[in-house]
């Protein structure tokens, strides 16, 4: 399958912080999606992206689909401790088939 | 709606032993497909079906069977596992193509082979 690239492989938050996370592709996508799973849990999807260069909010979450189409970001706003879990990013290969980054794990700094 | 549910939640097997891990839906969703998790990596889909009697192999779908009898069910049955099958599969289904339908997924089957 495609290989997604997402960084960084863990990160730290404190409340408050803003915290930013992105997905490197080699393939060109024509849609960007973003998913969160909590612990004991599967993916939900926060924000799905369709055009290059789309910026979408979702309350604090904003994802931007990058113009080259080979790379998407996902940041947080003022971080809350429901925040923590896996932060997913996948591209869609086709009508039926996604490909995903092997995601950033988001824990609250001690 | 109870969404996506997975049977079971945990499962221990033996190498060579075979199971069958099962997914509902009650949203008549024309979509379903089966993923597993492991660690480092992300989701990678082993089959898919688009409706009642058609299915298709995804990327890893060496050592699993599928078969999509009615719109609500798609089970996955493990043939002679094997200690690489060790992993957290997921169920998901959605109205149809993924590319404009949301996917939801079941809450997963943590399975480990001995």
């Known amino acids: 399958g495609q290989q997604l690239n997402q960084s960084p492989q863990s990160m730290f938050i404190q409340e408050g912080e803003d915290v930013s996370m992105n997905c490197t592709s080699s393939s060109i996508f024509n849609t960007w999606l973003w998913y969160k799973q909590d612990p004991g849990e599967g993916p939900v999807l926060l924000i799905a992206l369709y055009k290059a260069g789309e910026l979408t909010s979702n309350g604090r979450l904003t994802a931007q689909f990058g113009i080259t189409r080979k790379d998407s970001f996902l940041n947080i706003s003022a971080s809350i401790p429901s925040d923590v879990g896996i932060y997913f990013c996948?591209?869609?290969?086709?009508?039926?088939?996604?490909?995903f980054g092997a995601g950033t794990t988001v824990t609250v700094r001690a | 709606n109870a969404g996506v549910t997975q049977t079971p939640k945990f499962q221990v097997l033996k190498t060579g032993q075979s199971m069958t891990l099962q997914c509902a839906q009650d949203?008549?969703?024309?979509?379903m497909s089966w993923y597993r998790q492991d660690p480092g990596m992300g989701l990678r889909l082993i089959h898919y079906?688009?409706?009642?009697?058609?299915?298709d192999q995804g990327e890893v779908p060496n050592g699993y069977n599928v078969s999509r009898s009615t719109t609500e069910d798609f089970p996955l049955r493990l043939l002679s596992a094997a200690p690489s099958q060790t992993s957290v599969y997921f169920c998901?289904?959605?109205?149809?193509?993924?590319?404009?339908?949301?996917?939801?997924f079941g809450p997963g089957t943590r399975l480990t082979v001995l």
């Open positions: 998901a289904s959605s109205r149809g193509k993924t590319i404009y339908n949301e996917q939801f």
């Open positions: 996948a591209g869609q290969v086709s009508d039926y088939k996604l490909s």
């Open positions: 079906s688009v409706g009642a009697g058609i299915t």
């Open positions: 949203m008549n969703h024309e979509y």
